[in-house]
């Protein structure tokens, strides 16, 4: 077969014509013209390069992208890099190769790698979360979140490696070790910035209204957020022995205020400052303040998510606290137990053993009281309320932001510390505060940034009183860039704001915004966050208070195995890989082909072999065709018109596989015997699947002498079809025996013509004659004869 298609060539050829060809993909804002925003989320720019989950959501987008400019809207479809953090901080570290270099390399061969992949971006967009151009106004939002007292300085909690001497976050320790070095991993009290994003979850919750976001993407966000309405519970703290107690009161939270009469016990958290008092004085049994002394000390070692996976070994200490039951008046002890978390309500919690199954189940191990003679009784909080012991509160599981690092390769937050003046921030003409080129990556001996070391960085004057004052070094956390990136795509290159209010108008909201599951929660909740902290400040317009209209969620990708694709197991399969040995069309074709969009599916070669057989198959039609110069035949003018129609349908919702399963369909009937397909069709099919294979299409294109370039092509009109025959199945007993095909179009919706017609058919007749049947119909579809038994040939 000479004229077999060489992909290699044709494809290298025009990803070279694109590389400066913006003709279709760079766009500007244009009133008159409706536009779509089309966004994917931007990747890390590894040293491993682009992996197959990018490269199935990015074609995912760029099919809509494509499809959605060929329909004549304005689009905009803008990538980037979300290039701080630790991995390129690590490789640094090993190699000595600065972070700044690692990620320029990074970036270079992802985006050679998507350019391969003919993902059409508009690169004249292209943003950096570490140009200090971008990072300028990450640090400017930081500004305005303090000054709006939204971000302050806290004592928190962190997971501390003693060997690293460096604070990890909750994604760097595995399970319960310091994923650098394998040390195990404590917890540790430092100062933290905290950024409140407590404080907007009613508006996080509410604001989903406004969105057209799926059931389970608002499920995600809502069930993150955990709205609790409750009461605080005040009681009275007493102990056995004759001490002084620690705290006269202890407060609970609770959402079951009508059971408290069913409280027989209070469990704290090991880090709850009642026990903080009690371990540190000595009186009490010195082999109690042991026990209880150790406890604390492990509970330590965990982390949060470690603790409320153990909720079901229910471990604990008595105290030797007791506490008073306010509506009953009777002693209860308190308990200390590490399931219980500071973090949530007021780190204490009523145990109603009667009413809860994991009280019970804590009271039972333990021997404490069961009360199970009581009625729940709703107008107890009235009671509470009015006697200033009960208050009613709203809690959410919701956490405020960690907004610290005391990493190099991040944001440096814009503060300066003041003896005299404390925090102030850095003035705003003094942004941005670069990112200082250091010598070493490793944190300081007491766990403070690099930064810390660079004494030109950390000396300057407070911005108040001009005396001496210190830079912070902390840096701020990886969601900081991405939680914005989006309004910098419509105005990359402004250095007066973040971005310019009338193109934020055209552009916003984003139309479709394809991710993973695993960012339906927080960089979701954190983007939106920032993006209505902005609207209050009147940074982003007033009509527009939620940044995205829809979130798809696309599907994972696993190897061949079934197994989830890993290094350790061997099973990555490499896009470049793929497309160098099948081709960048058949890649995406095939990816797209999979299943689902949203959907979990291995990868299977021989499919994807079929895949490239059908784009071989397209394009010898299409070199036989134009050889032929014949004219369609009626059925190869309904086949491609028909087809046209379908892929439309199908992509408006962005169902792919449905679409290029028609076009298979499609091109076995073109390819039978005698059948003739003109140029016309053959121009439209070719525009219709250039959305899926970019590089073949515009080859086949030129042939059918089309101008280039077939990407700035109209959707093309597909002639409406009108049937003149009905096809209905015939079955016996569910097995399909024959068809009806008819041009009696009403007639085939009555079940007694079509039953006629199938037994005029003596295959048919054969398979039901002396038999005794009945029939199940589908108007127009399906007629099944269901055998009941010999006899006479009758209907019953
Ligand atoms: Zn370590
Ligand atoms: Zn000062």
Redesign the pocket.
């Known amino acids: 077969m000479g004229d077999k298609y060489n992909f290699l060539e044709v494809e290298k050829k025009w990803a070279k014509a694109y590389a400066d060809f913006y003709g279709y993909r760079a766009v500007d804002f244009d009133k008159t013209r409706e536009k779509k925003y089309v966004l994917v989320e931007f990747p890390y720019p590894s040293g491993s390069g682009l992996h197959v989950g990018h490269a199935f959501s990015m074609t995912g987008a760029d099919v809509y992208a494509r499809y959605m400019r060929m329909k004549g809207f304005n689009v905009l479809f803008p990538m980037g890099w979300d290039a701080f953090g630790l991995p390129t901080e690590n490789y640094a570290l090993r190699t000595g190769i600065s972070p700044q270099k690692a990620t320029k390399d990074n970036t270079q061969k992802f985006r050679e790698q998507m350019d391969q992949l003919g993902l059409s971006f508009d690169w004249t967009r292209e943003v950096n979360t570490t140009d200090a151009s971008f990072y300028k106004w990450t640090q400017w939002i930081f500004i305005k979140l303090f000054e709006k007292g939204l971000a302050q300085k806290e004592e928190m909690p962190i997971n501390w490696?003693p060997?690293?001497k460096i604070g990890l976050a909750n994604e760097e320790v595995i399970d319960g070790k310091?994923e650098?070095?394998g040390?195990g991993v404590e917890r540790r009290t430092i100062s933290q910035w905290v950024v409140k994003i407590t404080k907007y979850a009613d508006r996080l919750i509410e604001g989903l209204n406004q969105t057209d976001f799926i059931e389970k993407v608002k499920a995600a966000q809502i069930n993150w957020i955990d709205k609790r309405e409750g009461v605080e519970i005040r009681f009275e703290v007493t102990r056995r022995h004759n001490d002084t107690v620690p705290q006269e009161y202890i407060k609970v939270f609770t959402t079951r205020p009508d059971t408290l009469e069913g409280a027989t016990f209070i469990v704290v958290s090991p880090e709850h400052p009642i026990v903080k008092e009690l371990k540190t004085s000595a009186r009490g049994g010195q082999a109690r303040n042991q026990e209880l002394k150790w406890y604390i000390e492990e509970a330590a070692k965990k982390s949060d998510l470690e603790r409320e996976e153990r909720v079901r070994d229910k471990t604990g200490v008595f105290t030797c606290l007791m506490a008073i039951n306010p509506l009953t008046q009777k002693e209860i002890p308190i308990w200390v137990a590490d399931y219980v978390s500071m973090n949530y309500g007021t780190g204490a919690v009523m145990g109603v053993p009667s009413h809860d199954e994991r009280d019970k189940e804590f009271a039972v191990k333990f021997g404490l009281a069961i009360n199970n003679e009581y009625v729940p009784d709703e107008k107890v909080v009235d009671r509470l309320v009015k006697e200033g012991v009960g208050e009613r509160k709203t809690n959410y599981h919701l956490r405020d932001w960690i907004f610290s690092r005391q990493h190099y390769w991040g944001e440096p937050v814009p503060m300066i510390y003041c003896d005299k003046d404390g925090w102030q921030t850095v003035p705003e003409d003094q942004l941005p505060i670069q990112l200082p080129e250091v010598e070493k990556y490793q944190p300081t001996d007491t766990g403070e940034s690099p930064l810390a070391n660079i004494k030109e960085f950390v000396e300057t004057t407070c911005p108040k009183c001009d005396g001496k004052a210190r830079r912070e070094t902390d840096t701020m956390p990886n969601w900081a860039g991405s939680d914005w990136y989006f309004l910098r795509y419509l105005d990359p290159n402004n250095g007066k704001s973040l971005a310019d209010m009338e193109k934020m108008n055209y552009w916003l909201p984003v139309d479709i915004y394809v991710g993973g599951d695993e960012h339906n929660t927080l960089h979701l909740l954190y983007s939106r966050f920032i993006y209505q902290f902005l609207w209050d400040l009147g940074a982003v317009p007033k009509d527009k208070p939620e940044p995205y209209q829809k979130r798809l969620s696309h599907g994972v990708i696993l190897a061949p195995d079934g197994n989830r694709m890993s290094k350790t197991r061997g099973n990555v399969i490499v896009p470049d890989e793929v497309a160098a040995k099948f081709g960048a069309d058949a890649t995406r074709t095939y990816l797209m082909f999979m299943g689902p969009f949203d959907a979990t599916m291995a990868w299977n070669e021989r499919s994807l072999t079929g895949v490239k057989r059908f784009i071989e198959r397209l394009y010898l039609l299409i070199i036989e065709s134009v050889a032929k110069g014949e004219m369609s035949d009626e059925v190869s003018f309904e086949i491609i018109n028909k087809l046209v129609k379908k892929i439309d349908g199908d992509l408006a919702v962005m169902k792919f596989n449905t679409a290029i399963a028609a076009a298979m369909g499609a091109l076995n009937s073109l390819t039978e015997e005698g059948r003739k397909v003109g140029i016309a069709e053959l121009k439209k099919m070719v525009v219709a699947l250039a959305v899926f294979v970019p590089f073949v299409a515009e080859e086949l294109w030129q042939m059918l002498g089309g101008e280039f370039s077939v990407h700035t092509q109209k959707w093309p009109d597909a002639v409406k079809i009108i049937e003149k025959e009905a096809t209905v199945v015939v079955q016996v007993d569910g097995k399909t025996r024959g068809v009806i095909r008819t041009q009696e179009l009403k007639n085939s919706k009555t079940q007694e013509r079509m039953e006629e017609l199938a037994l005029a058919d003596p295959n048919i007749k054969k398979w039901v004659e002396g038999k005794k049947y009945k029939v199940i119909f589908v108007p127009g579809k399906i007629i099944n004869f269901v055998l009941t038994g010999d006899g006479d040939s009758s209907r019953m």
Do not use: D, E, H, S
């Open positions: 490696c060997k690293c310091c650098r070095c040390t």
